[in-house]
């Protein structure tokens, strides 16, 4: 079963301590997973927790900060609980974030995102490649951008979010099978205000196909008398 893509919700806010950004979204399909991006204007404050409402308990994949003060993490609940839920992530002090839920279905019930997938980035090219470690030809490859100055343009292949307003700005996209996620920008971007994360998203092992294997060592087309 290969990955696919559901929905993405999003979310701005300039959060209080200890506070809550949270969003909604109606999960369905099989073999889900939740995807939980937050982009935090600050070189200290960082998130503390994400909760599902239905139930489980998401963890952190990746938290990637630049030197300026562009903090981007990504978090993640394998075999998420189906149904309409909010996704909160509680800060560790005041600062101004963005956040986006996004759901997938076809993913590794018990793996989908596994540590050496992820990669990281933060540079000011004009066109910026995440090529997650081990992607196979069902999972997807998804990425975000969080960036003070400078904007993305368009990502390859999917521009799920594109916000270039709120600052920092964000910008997640996602490919499927082997391809990279590409982020094409105005040019703009500058150092250490600039941060991008890449994970995999592993896709649902198949299943064994069940049927008689070898018997007695007898090869292929021969019969026992």
């Keep these: 079963m290969a990955v696919a893509f559901v929905t993405i919700r999003n979310v701005a806010s300039t959060a209080t301590a200890n506070s809550v950004i949270s969003t909604s979204a109606t999960l369905t399909g099989a073999n ?9 204007h600050s070189t200290t404050v960082s998130v503390t927790a994400v909760t599902w409402e239905l139930g489980g308990t998401p963890t952190r994949i ?20 189906t149904g309409s839920g909010s996704a909160v992530a509680h800060l560790s002090a005041s600062a101004t974030c963005l956040a986006s839920l996004l759901l997938y279905t076809g993913t590794d019930p018990t793996t989908p995102f596994p540590a050496a997938g992820v990669v990281v980035s933060t540079s000011t090219a004009a ?10 030809a069902n999972d997807i490859g998804h990425g975000v951008c969080h960036n003070i100055t ?11 979010l594109k916000d270039n307003a709120s600052t920092p700005g964000m910008n997640i996209g996602d490919s499927a099978g082997t391809t990279p996620i590409t982020f094409n920008t105005d040019g703009a971007m500058v150092l250490n205000f600039v941060s991008y994360v890449g994970i995999r998203i ?5 299943a064994a196909v069940a049927g008689w294997g ?3 060592g007898l090869e292929r087309n021969q019969h026992v008398i």
């Design 32 to 40: 889900p997973c939740i995807v939980f991006d937050v982009g935090i």
């Design 62 to 81: 990746k938290r990637q900060l630049s030197a300026s003060g562009v903090a981007t993490e990504i978090w993640g609940l394998a075999a998420a609980v």
């Design 127 to 136: 066109s910026v490649t995440l090529t997650p470690v081990g992607l196979g």
């Design 150 to 160: 400078g904007n993305v343009t368009v990502i390859n292949t999917n521009h799920r």
């Design 202 to 206: 592993a896709a649902t092992a198949a």
């Design 214 to 216: 070898p018997l007695l």
